[in-house]
């Protein structure tokens, strides 16, 4: 099941929700096999690259060694632990319609699969992605409750100039957010984690910056879409993602709304960067 044949499904009526079952049945050898060819790369360059709690999750789960995850079995481990599930959908969905799940606990899921050409570079997001990359934290629930309040919080936010501000928090946390921890620099956006390239460019090039997160600081910053980003923000551990309720970000959203932009390769002398070590660097 590669992305073009999405084409031939679109006189399907989709329901409301953009949920379609994921019918397991129908993926192809091939289709597991680029899943298992993706999931076995991924894990071995994630080894001292990505968080402990990512591996945690993805082991917890007991999912993906084999082949394409069944969701249904996925989801009795995600709702045991965090109340959270995976529906299936086509691909991107309405803004509107991604925010509502979230708030209600489940994370919208690509269900087809990349081609065997396409490893490294999908436009949209597909099974491997959403799965390898954002289930594994689904598990955990400091990180749990924080996407469903982005979800309440993007329904808030939607049709206002906000939401390109919250998506950019988005962005720079669950898709390429980086975290410090006693061993050193690790991954947790699944954006990094499902990438083939930019999980080791994130860590060891010399070339980003990375920024101690603060939540305003990225919600200013603009971001790349199809190269690798300029700027990671790096978590001070699990406890430093913002709380998103509508007052505290209702005053975060009227500071920001009084400052420029930020392009995403800027630094300010009131950054404080981090070494490719882990070190803090207070000012250039
Ligand atoms: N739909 N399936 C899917 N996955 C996403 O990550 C996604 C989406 N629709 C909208 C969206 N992301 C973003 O534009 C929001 O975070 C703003
Ligand atoms: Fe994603």
């Given at each position: 099941m590669v992305a073009a044949e999405l084409d031939l499904r679109s006189d399907v009526t989709l329901a409301a929700d953009f949920v379609v079952p994921q019918?397991?049945?129908?993926?192809?050898?091939?289709?597991?096999?680029?899943?298992?060819?993706?999931?076995?790369?991924?894990?071995?360059?994630?080894?001292?690259?990505?968080?402990?709690?990512?591996?945690?999750?993805?082991?917890?789960?007991?999912?993906?060694?084999?082949?394409?995850?069944?969701?249904?079995?996925?989801?009795?481990?995600?709702?045991?632990?965090?109340?959270?599930?995976?529906?299936?959908?086509?691909?991107?969905?309405?803004?509107?319609?991604?925010?509502?799940?979230?708030?209600?606990?489940?994370?919208?899921?690509?269900?087809?699969?990349?081609?065997?050409?396409?490893?490294d570079y999908i436009e949209e997001p597909d099974v491997f992605h959403d799965i390898f990359g954002h289930a594994p934290l689904l598990m955990l629930p400091r990180y749990a409750r924080y996407m469903e309040a982005y979800g309440k919080a993007g329904r808030e936010a939607a049709g206002t100039g906000r939401l390109r501000r919250l998506a950019r928090l988005y962005w720079y946390t669950i898709e390429f957010g980086l975290m410090r921890t006693p061993a050193g620099l690790r991954i947790f956006g699944a954006g990094l984690a499902s990438s083939g390239g930019e999980e080791a460019y994130c860590l060891d090039s010399p070339a980003p910056n990375r920024i101690l997160f603060d939540c305003e600081r990225a919600m200013r910053t603009a971001y790349e879409i199809d190269a690798f980003q300029k700027t990671y923000f790096v978590l001070e551990g699990w406890n430093a993602l913002p709380r998103l309720d509508s007052e505290e970000l209702r005053a975060r959203f009227q500071r920001v709304e009084r400052l420029p932009d930020l392009a995403s390769s800027e630094t300010l002398a009131s950054d404080i960067l981090v070494g490719r070590y882990g070190a803090l660097k207070e000012r250039r």
């Open positions: 019918n397991h049945s129908a993926y192809s050898a091939k289709d597991h096999e680029v899943w298992r060819t993706l999931y076995a790369r991924q894990k071995d360059l994630l080894r001292g690259r990505a968080v402990d709690e990512f591996f945690d999750g993805l082991e917890t789960l007991g999912v993906g060694a084999e082949g394409i995850p069944d969701f249904r079995d996925l989801n009795r481990t995600l709702l045991a632990a965090t109340g959270w599930s995976v529906v299936a959908v086509p691909g991107l969905v309405p803004d509107d319609v991604f925010f509502t799940h979230l708030a209600e606990r489940r994370f919208p899921a690509g269900y087809w699969i990349r081609s065997p050409d396409q490893l």
